[in-house]
């Protein structure tokens, strides 16, 4: 799916707790990692300047108005709630543009972390640095506006639908664990025949990936919507992460900011504001 430097010397024990903390892990960070995150000793791309990365053009609901900076939509709203965490008020916070792809590259960056649905990766990790996921990826139903499914408020009331999935994705299995459904769903090769059978009618509803969802509803399907989003169950969730140059000493500050964030019930919150209600996409229980 979609959508990191130099090792300061700040005490040769914090950096060599810091360094051997995995970049995605879930546990309260050291106070010997706690210790280095006092903004005076962060080792920033610019001077009493953050510096956050992501692509242009930025989409909804993950930004609003193709504007980062203005703190509006998930991502933005989750990168201004880590910079306050990390000391920065919203004018010593500064945007660049980053292409996609070019963000996980290997090499130099010219940002701080990244934040553009990034998904943490074994391949990825070997030439960037992630923080804990911010964000645990969940699975749309996506269906033609006015159809018999488009108004369907739980998961139970999909039972009789005929579902359209790719075949080997998680959200193949998702349908199967999670909606079960009466009749199997319909499996195609590439995703791009699944919505051709929405568009066409041959189906009732596609499952995608909710960022996916987003994008064929914006841009694939017109008058279609999101009906609801759901939580896959078993196997390892696909998470975005805040993605930092390899080594970078801001990496075991950025996992414990994204911890914090995560215990206060703050990241919650965020996402049910950007992620459920503005954005069209109600829980399917």
Known sequence: MRRTSILLAFGVLAVAAAACAPANDTSTASPAASATCTKGQLPLTTPGKLT??????????????????????????????VAQKLGFTKDEVTWTVVPFDSSYAPGPKKFDFDVNQ?????ERQKAVDFSQGYYTVKQS?????????AGATTLAELKDAKIGVQAGTTSLQAVQRVIQPASDPSVYNQQIDAISALKNKQIDAIVVDLPTGFYVTAAQVDNSKIVGQFAATGGTPEEFGLLAQKGSGLTSCLDKAVGDLKSSGELATIETQWLTGSAGAPELK
Not at 56 to 74: H, I, M, T, V
Not at 141 to 149: D, M, N, Q, T
Request: zero cysteines.
């Open 118 to 122: 990034i998904s943490i990766s074994p």
């Open 52 to 81: 956050i990365g992501t692509d242009k053009p930025a989409f909804e609901p993950w930004f609003k108005n193709d504007d980062p900076s203005n703190g509006q939509g998930f991502e933005s709203a989750v990168a201004y709630a």
């Open 141 to 149: 139903v996506v269906a033609l506006e006015g159809s018999k499914y």
